[in-house]
């Protein structure tokens, strides 16, 4: 830990770099005013009731710093553009034409950046409208059409100044922008929290028996996670020797790493949009307007709402429902191989091997040694999905093991992400400073 002090010492100490940390601190406070703007036609003691839940609703509140649940401006967070972005990712393997364009170099994918800003306008209007559907059947939004109009505009362009803030850090900054915002979105929600479970000890609701099952718990997870992240399997690499002219390349060997979690988080938040589709669809369902006209097909009120509340039940993952708890945990494990399977191709990485001159001893080149990478990905992503799904579901069994439901970051996906931002952004300060020939802090 000492080392680590002293390498982030020196690492403020350098002017460029330390202009960069700053930077990234102001951001943040950027980020933090522009969460606590609010926005009207709320009925906060509704909406108060309406998270009381908890729920997959209460881990979206997470991701955007509590801006949520305070209805700010911020409300709709950074996932509008990551998922724009991953639906153009998933297209560039698909369409052929896409994928021609990102290989044209810097215009091309230039081309696909700004598509990708159109369509996170797109789905920030849909999202925000579902939105204040959602809550307007819940009876938490009671304002006028033109709340409405003016809100959805407002936490659209809320989106994509997040999207401007996450970009600006990545050039400007140290680290990943996008990751660095929903991190500092779990984060700035930490104190409020600890303030919460300290109330509850105060009071004797909780004991520091409690408290203790809950440190270990949130030491053993964040152990686990930085083990799994940093895991991979190295494939060694064996390169022939080529003469051209009077000069000879290759004869080295290398290897080819593999990580065992090579989706990240990404399956959690595709399994989470999933989840949230049948609940958000029976909330919206479950509004008067909607209600009464079902009612005028002589069908009895209290049987479409209760069909509605068993729908809603039976999809929110919980202590109290093992089956939507086993559901998402399947649902992680599926996003897990799906994603690693268009992000990672083997018979490019094949190819590309051979044209190289490289091959893996004892595996013929070409399609041996796709299939030999293919099976190889395949054992460990075994590991690494059920990893995530296991992270994933913890957040909602944590709170009922150690009798605190106030600490929401202790075990489930915000640790993972809190852990994974760290991680990269300390390895970024690292590469930092090994350029200007210092000792790092992770060395």
């Known amino acids: 830990m000492k080392e680590r002090l002293a390498g982030l010492a020196t690492a403020m100490r350098l002017p460029d770099v330390r202009k960069r940390i700053l930077f990234v601190f102001a951001m943040f406070a950027v980020y933090v005013f522009c969460a606590h703007i609010p926005l009207p036609g709320i009925d906060r003691e509704q909406l108060k009731k309406f998270f009381e839940g908890g729920g997959l609703m209460e881990l979206l509140n997470v991701f955007v710093g509590g801006s949520l649940k305070r209805f700010s401006i911020l409300s709709l967070g950074i996932m509008p553009y990551i998922n724009a972005s991953i639906i153009f990712q998933l297209l560039v393997m698909a369409i052929p034409s896409l994928e021609e364009l990102q290989k044209e170099g810097e215009w091309g994918q230039r081309k696909i950046q700004a598509w990708t800003r159109y369509l996170t306008v797109a789905l920030a209007v849909l999202q925000g409208a579902g939105m204040l559907a959602m809550f307007r059947g819940w009876n938490a939004f009671i304002g006028t059409r033109f709340d409405a109009i003016f809100a959805i505009l407002m936490m659209t362009a809320g989106s994509m100044f997040l999207m401007y803030i996450g970009n600006r850090i990545t050039e400007r900054g140290i680290g990943q922008g996008v990751s660095l915002i929903i991190f500092v979105g779990i984060i700035v929600s930490l104190p409020q929290q600890a303030a919460q479970t300290y109330k509850l000890l105060q009071g004797r609701e909780i004991t520091i028996a409690n408290i203790a099952l809950l440190l270990a718990i949130f030491l053993a997870t964040v152990y686990f996670i930085v083990k799994v992240q940093q895991a991979e399997r190295k494939i060694p690499v064996q390169y022939t020797k080529r003469v051209k002219g009077n000069r ?107 044209k190289n001159g490289g091959a893996i001893p004892g595996i013929r080149p070409g399609e041996r040694t796709r299939d030999y990478l293919d099976k190889i990905l395949y054992r460990i992503t075994l590991a690494g999905a059920l990893f995530l799904g296991v992270i994933a579901i913890m957040q909602y069994y944590v709170g009922p093991i150690t009798g605190v439901r106030t600490f929401g970051l202790v075990g489930g996906t915000s640790l993972l992400i809190v852990v994974g931002v760290a991680l990269d952004t300390m390895q970024q300060i690292e590469a930092q400073l090994l350029m200007r020939q210092y000792r790092g802090f992770l060395s």
Do not use: C, K, W
Request: no cysteine; charged share 5%; net charge neutral.
């Open 248 to 354: 000879i390349y290759g004869g080295q060997s290398s290897f080819l790493p593999l990580r065992v979690n090579q989706a990240g988080v990404i399956p959690i938040i595709f399994a989470i949009s999933v989840s949230m589709f049948p609940a958000t669809i029976a909330q919206f369902l479950g509004s008067s307007a909607v209600v009464n006209f079902v009612s005028r097909m002589h069908i009895s009120e209290d049987a479409v709402r209760n069909a509605i509340n068993a729908l809603i039940h039976y999809t929110q993952p919980g202590v109290n429902n093992h089956f939507a708890s086993f559901l998402y945990f399947v649902l992680v494990i599926l996003f897990t191989y799906f994603y690693t399977a268009v992000t990672f191709n083997p018979e490019q990485i094949a190819e590309n091997l051979q």
